[in-house]
């Protein structure tokens, strides 16, 4: 069983930036790990995954603007958030699972957060 925490989320101005941050209960060095959101009403997105071999795809939408990283054997992954935008306010979730799917974010993930909710205002 794997507990996964957010915390960092808030309020920013558009053009501002916020880190993210998802601790788990254990290490999960190979794991598969990402960054989803949702708006109310609508399906949610994949943000960001932290592969099993380290490579890190993101969504079109936050390329050049999001990184993700992880610390600590993947104890913990991070979403660091710059340039942000008022489409980029949702609840934010970390996911874990133990393997990755060939195609980015299409993991069934096992393991979920609460969400931390960020509010981009223009």
């Known amino acids: 069983q794997v507990q996964l925490v957010e915390s960092g989320g808030g309020s920013v101005q558009a053009g501002g930036s916020l880190r993210l941050s998802c601790a788990a209960s254990r290490y999960l060095y190979g794991w598969c790990l990402a960054w989803f959101r949702q708006v109310p009403g609508k399906e949610r997105e994949g943000v960001a995954i932290?592969?099993?071999?380290?490579?890190?795809p993101y969504a079109n939408s936050v390329k050049g603007r999001f990184t993700i990283f992880t610390e600590n054997a993947k104890k913990s992954v991070h979403l660091q958030m710059a340039s942000l935008k008022p489409e980029d306010t949702a609840m934010y979730y970390c996911a874990a699972n133990e393997h990755c799917a060939d195609r980015p974010f299409t993991t069934d993930f096992m393991y979920w957060g609460q969400g931390t909710q960020v509010t981009v205002s223009s």
């Open positions: 932290v592969n099993s071999d380290g490579t890190t």
